[in-house]
T-cell receptor, first 115, second 109 residues
Framework: ETGVTQTPRHLVMGMTNKKSLKCEQH?????MYWYKQSAKKPLELMFV???????ENNSVPSRFSPECPNSSHLFLHLHTLQPEDSALYLC??????????????FGPGTRLTVL | KNEVEQSPQNLTAQEGEFITINCSYS?????LHWLQQHPGGGIVSLFM???GKKKHGRLIATINIQEKHSSLHITASHPRDSAVYIC???????????FGTGTSLTVIP
């Protein structure tokens, strides 16, 4: 247990569905991250939130919409996804964001399949 | 072009062997991280380095800033070390992270 939980652990959705991924951290951290891990590809940083403010958006398509209501919770809202969006989505947190010099704690991930 | 290159991509070792995984990069960095990912997806941060060497149990990580190279060593390898090891770096500027494609390690009893 890393102190970062993600739900659901597995999700299958059609291209017209709307779903949300949830991440919660119990570590008192101020920064939270969404990553995408596709098969045979490196991890990709999608979004960074620092003190609830989005500080990084790596040209992610608008069909992915993040929300950070407080420092402990992070959501990724999904709508009209494509099959190529099927991947493992990982959430992480760190004490502070933007420096890269803090250890990140990862959640177990949500395995997403888009049909 | 990938800013982070790892080698080897796959590695099989006998239990007890000394293992080295390499990471080369092409940008100036503020920190380099070694991560471990077990089957099922969970990722654990092993080390964060900005210079020199760190040791934790049987794991040793080194970095040479001038040569833009880092190594992860595992001494007396054990089957429970079987995992994917990922090198990640945070560049000097910006808020980005660059990741290697990972090294898949299998340790055979």
């Amino acid at each position: 247990e890393t102190g970062v939980t993600q739900t659901p652990r597995h999700l299958v959705m059609g291209m017209t569905n709307k779903k949300s991924l949830k991440c919660e951290q119990h570590l008192g951290h101020n920064a939270m991250y969404w990553y995408k891990q596709s098969a045979k590809k490196p991890l990709e940083l999608m979004f960074v939130y620092n003190f609830k403010e989005q500080t990084e958006n790596n040209s992610v398509p608008s069909r992915f919409s993040p929300e950070c209501p407080n420092s402990s919770h992070l959501f990724l809202h999904l709508h009209t996804l494509q099959p190529e969006d099927s991947a493992l989505y990982l959430c992480a947190s760190s004490h502070r964001g933007g420096t890269g010099t803090d250890t990140q704690y990862f959640g177990p991930g949500t395995r997403l399949t888009v049909l | 072009k990938n800013e982070v290159e790892q080698s080897p991509q796959n590695l099989t070792a006998q239990e007890g062997e000394f293992i080295t995984i390499n990471c080369s990069y092409s940008v100036g960095i503020s920190a380099l991280h070694w991560l471990q990912q077990h089957p099922g997806g969970g990722i654990v941060s092993l080390f964060m380095l900005s210079s020199g060497k760190k040791k934790h149990g049987r794991l040793i990580a080194t970095i040479n800033i001038q040569e833009k190279h880092s190594s992860l060593h595992i001494t007396a390898s054990h089957p429970r070390d079987s995992a994917v090891y990922i090198c990640a770096l945070h560049p000097n500027t910006g808020n980005q992270f660059y990741f290697g494609t990972g090294t898949s390690l299998t340790v055979i009893p």
